[in-house]
């Protein structure tokens, strides 16, 4: 649990406000017309020697890292599981079940973004777990989400092709302020990930605070159908919940902007009267 998220609701219409008070950022839930989604994608899957898919840098790790966290503060989630070729967020789901572990976090394959966005109504924040290859597809989850994350490794074979993915997805429409990226799968060499922060920068990104190492006890972690803040071990934890806590701040400052925009709509509208 991200240290300060209290589960007490204010009685606030439009919105339902849920004070993070170690940072004094408010946790926006909308209603309106709109959904509010988080998208995390990837670019590839690479191929070992052997012509074998390696593990991936980390987009069904940060999905259920994030639908975890919403949870744990009272929000109703569910992640939109996309790579249905892969399904290792409704597998992890099931793990889950087994272990009898709360909160709930919901989770359902769909073949299409279409399909996932018609039941979004039934939920305050939807978690699409991207699908690996589509360029269409990702398009389109980006289009109607609060955030597109990212996630990458360090080296210049992950930075790369996300960069150019973020790149794609800005000269399609995307807004680049709804585009971060997320440092997976790191190693312990402090100026490697600099060096990685300064590469996304210069594109002209953000980059999330916190990244996630590359450390068996996350892989445990997932093995029980956890996410990465619900392992026994209080500095990974810390580590993980620093980059959840990002992405929370990034998805509200993008949700305030929202509801300015149409608060503003509205005013004008009716001055028009």
């Not at 002209?204 to 997932?222: D, K, L, Q």
């Amino acid at each position: 649990m991200i240290p300060g998220i209290q589960k007490q609701r204010y009685a606030v219409r439009p919105t339902v406000p849920i004070l993070l008070a170690s940072t004094q950022t408010n946790l926006y839930r909308v209603r309106a017309n709109t959904i509010t989604a988080i998208v995390i994608l990837a670019k590839h899957v690479r191929n070992d020697w052997n012509g074998v898919p390696e593990r991936g840098v980390g987009k069904s790790t940060l999905s259920r890292l994030v639908a975890r966290e919403y949870a744990n503060a009272g929000w109703k989630v569910k992640i939109a599981d996309l790579d249905i070729s892969q399904g290792t967020s409704t597998d992890w789901k099931q793990r889950r079940e087994q272990n009898a572990l709360q909160p709930e976090v919901a989770v359902e394959p769909f073949r299409t973004v279409d399909q996932a966005v018609r039941v979004a109504s039934l939920y305050d924040l939807l978690v699409f777990d991207g699908p690996p290859h589509s360029m269409a597809g990702t398009k389109e989850i980006a289009r109607v989400s609060d955030v597109v994350v990212l996630p990458s490794g360090l080296s210049l074979d992950d930075l790369k092709p996300m960069v150019l993915l973020a790149h794609e997805l800005s000269e399609s429409g995307i807004e680049p302020n709804k585009i971060a990226f997320a440092l997976c799968r790191v190693g312990d060499r402090e100026n490697e990930i600099s060096e990685a922060r300064s590469y996304i920068r210069k594109a002209g990104y953000t980059v999330m605070n916190g990244e996630i190492p590359e450390r068996t006890a996350y892989r445990r972690a997932s093995d029980e159908g956890r996410a990465l803040s619900e392992t026994p071990h209080p500095t990974l934890r810390v580590r993980t919940e620093q980059l959840a806590q990002s992405i929370i701040d990034l998805v509200t400052t993008q949700q305030k902007a929202r509801k300015r925009n149409a608060d503003t709509d509205t005013t004008t509208a009716s001055n028009r009267r």
